[in-house]
């Protein structure tokens, strides 16, 4: 059985969307009066992007928070609200020429993943909406049809990406090595371990350390939709 000869990963947040899934999904909910006290809550993920933004944030402190909200409900009344979100947040941000990036691929022939720090509740939606048919997001943990607030295995970030997709790859009795052309898009510096890792590393609307990392490897750049973009530093 033949298999693809390229491969390609996304980020997600800031790079294929204009906005960051993660934080907007809290801030949906604390706007909503589904995460608590509103101020606190938004106070609380306003923190967390601003240590994000700055690499000081592990994955263990953003689940603290991130997927405690998770713990919060029950799996009908989280579909519910994740719709609501997608409706009103998500899918108004989904712009055409990410689409065709994505979709440019596909019609290649390439296998195509997105691969996230963002958990796989938030984000196996939005993949879906992007026609992307595989996922790798660090993976919210349940228990007696809960989710419990806690991280399953290892979280799609910063390193823990290579381990992931490798993981992936692995389970297909496939590897990075299997093909010609690997390519990777991200927005963020938290991603130089795989971008680092690849045949093609994409900076896509990068930040202002990662667009001047990408100048001085002679990487690629692309900006979608940098007028869009939520502040970043």
Request: charged content about 25%; proline content about 6%; overall charge negative.
């Amino acid at each position: 059985m033949t298999h693809p000869t390229r491969l390609a990963l996304f980020d997600l947040d800031h790079t294929l969307l204009p906005l960051d899934s993660d934080y907007q999904w809290a801030d949906f909910l604390a706007r909503t009066g589904r995460a608590g006290d509103p101020a606190e809550a938004q106070a609380r993920n306003e923190e967390l992007m601003e240590r994000y933004n700055a690499g000081e944030l592990t994955a263990e402190q953003s689940a603290e928070f991130m997927l405690g909200l998770l713990a919060r409900a029950t799996l009908p009344e989280l579909a519910r609200w994740h719709e609501e979100f997608m409706a009103e947040v998500i899918r108004p941000a989904i712009r055409d020429n990410a689409v065709q990036l994505v979709q440019d691929h596909l019609t290649r022939g390439d296998l195509c993943a997105i691969v996230t720090a963002t958990n796989d509740f938030v984000t196996a939606p939005i993949a879906r909406a992007f026609g992307i048919p595989h996922l790798i997001a660090t993976v919210a943990q349940m228990e007696r049809g809960r989710y419990t607030g806690r991280i399953q295995g290892v979280p799609s970030f910063q390193a823990g990406k290579i381990t992931r997709v490798d993981d992936w790859l692995r389970s297909m009795n496939l590897s990075r090595d299997t093909f010609d052309e690997v390519y990777f898009y991200s927005d963020s510096p938290n991603d130089l371990p795989l971008l680092e890792a690849v045949s093609h590393p994409i900076a896509t609307n990068p930040s202002p350390r990662l667009r001047s990392i990408a100048e001085e490897k002679g990487w690629k750049i692309i900006d979608l939709f940098q007028e869009l973009q939520d502040d970043k530093s």
